[in-house]
Nanobody, 127 residues
């Protein structure tokens, strides 16, 4: 059972930056694809970013391309989401996710592609 513990959320003004961290408990963390989803009030949970375990390939949702960067550090089992040029519409609960499923890359945009979810830190961006 993989446990994901996130940190780094908070309140920031528009144009500012935040970095989210997610620590995975599993020793085989290196064989899981990792990513982030978010859910804004009254909206469905949506894909934000993914990083693959085998070659470190990344992909991003269109609204965050060029502003957010996902990365991972196998020691100490951590994945990061660097968020720059934040906008009020980025306000949401952000969830760290992990999966051992082998799927077409496009399938990782859906919640069904993931086996484990973190609790989700709140990110609030004021205008």
């Amino acid at each position: 059972q993989v446990q994901l513990v996130e940190s780094g959320g908070g309140l920031v003004q528009a144009g500012g930056s935040l970095r989210l961290s997610c620590v995975a408990s599993e020793r085989t963390f290196s064989s899981y694809h990792m990513g982030w989803f978010r859910q804004a009030p009254g909206k469905e949970r949506e894909f934000v970013a993914l990083i693959t375990w085998n070659n470190g390939r990344t992909c991003y949702a269109d609204p965050v391309k060029g502003r957010f960067t996902i990365s991972r550090d196998p020691a100490p089992n951590t994945v990061y989401l660097q968020m720059n040029s934040l906008k009020p519409e980025d306000t949401a609960v952000y969830y760290c996710v992990a999966t051992a499923q082998s799927l077409p890359l496009s399938a990782y945009q859906y919640t069904s592609g993931y086996d484990y979810w973190g609790q989700g830190p709140q990110v609030a961006v004021s205008s």
